[in-house]
């Protein structure tokens, strides 16, 4: 048995049916209006957008993990002193092909639905993304793909993130907080430097003392550990490493728990392999480039296992995800 997340509450639903079953997400392409545009870092932007009518019902019922394609042909440049100098080259270039984004929080009130979007700027297209202002249209295809699900039974929900894998996760740490009171959540998150850590702000030392050392995590009551790979802030390594030495002081019984994790694949090839190792569920959300979103253009595939088999096959980040779980799921060396 397992529960779909669903924003605002969940659908149970029997394994064992002739056909498992997920709660339709009415999907479109629609017209958002940018709530906010707001700068959290050095190259870190939180984007909010607005959707009315039948966009805003669509949002509404979006599940953490699942994402929406933008738009971004029409955004402004911003200022020349505003490119990054290692995109000064490529800031010109037209964007062609819209870009997906997950979804850091859905918040829906009043027949509105406003989607935050966490981004880094990292191209032309993110680059652009930073021009835009209240007030200004944004073309948007979603929801779309699967999201995040909880199996029945679960005690404990480790939620570790990678760089601008953060996104989903808030947004996740906030449907488990408020539809699972009784799931207890602690989340990882971990960056090269403390500078490339995407959150607004890190909390003082009797917050960090008490476990919580991000505000994004702690407004829901979620006790977070930061993991740099320098050592600028929290534990000195990889967030893989600092999950691992957690799980080593800590007894716990592997069905109790699941981790979800999104960031990078090498990082997702660790977590899957801690996962195994202590034989512990584990939802990995899988980045792609993708030029459609709906599993047209088939340039988004993610090669897998076949169960019981030695064979693989290839399925649609897109489509059949982006979350996975991560024993399916072939890494490259």
Not at 61 to 73: I, R
Not at 143 to 161: D, I, S
Not at 221 to 237: I, Q
């Amino acid at each position: 048995m397992f529960i779909d997340l669903t924003g605002g509450g969940f659908s149970v639903h029997c394994a064992d049916a002739m056909e498992e079953t997920r709660k339709v997400t009415h999907k479109g392409s629609f017209v958002a209006v940018v709530r906010d545009n707001k700068q959290i870092g050095q190259r870190h932007y939180r984007l909010g957008l607005e959707f009315e009518a039948d966009a805003a019902e669509a949002f509404a019922g979006a599940e953490p993990g699942q994402f929406a394609q933008l738009d971004l042909a029409a955004a402004p440049l911003p200022p020349a002193e505003a490119v990054p100098k290692d995109l000064i080259d490529e800031s010109g270039r037209k964007i062609l092909l819209r870009r997906p984004f997950s979804f850091a929080d859905v918040v829906s009130k009043g027949g509105k639905t406003v989607v935050d979007i966490l981004y880094g700027v990292v191209g032309p297209a993110t680059l652009r993304m930073t021009g835009l202002s209240a007030g200004d249209s944004v073309s948007v295809i979603g929801p779309l793909g699967n999201g995040f699900r909880v199996p029945e039974g679960k005690k404990q929900a480790l939620l570790v993130t990678g760089g601008m894998g953060a996104g989903p996760l808030e947004y996740l740490a906030k449907v488990l907080t408020a539809d699972f009171p009784d799931l207890e959540v602690i989340a990882f998150a971990g960056a090269k430097t403390a500078k490339e850590l995407p959150f607004s702000k890190r909390l003082d030392e009797i917050s960090q003392g008490l476990g919580f050392s991000l505000a994004e995590f702690a407004r829901y009551g979620v006790k977070s550990l930061m993991a740099t790979d320098d050592g600028s802030a929290g534990y000195h390594g990889l967030v893989t490493d600092c999950l691992a030495e957690w799980l080593g002081q800590h007894r716990l019984v592997g069905a109790d728990v699941i981790i979800y994790s999104c960031g990078p694949e090498q990082m997702l090839a660790r977590i899957a392999e801690i996962a195994k190792e202590k034989n512990i569920d584990c939802q990995i959300s899988m980045e792609r480039m993708m030029a459609c979103g709906i599993g047209v253009c088939q340039s988004c595939a993610v090669e897998c296992k076949v169960d019981g088999s030695e064979k693989t096959v290839y399925k649609l980040c897109c489509e059949d995800g982006p979350v996975f779980d991560s024993r399916e799921v072939v890494f490259s060396s």
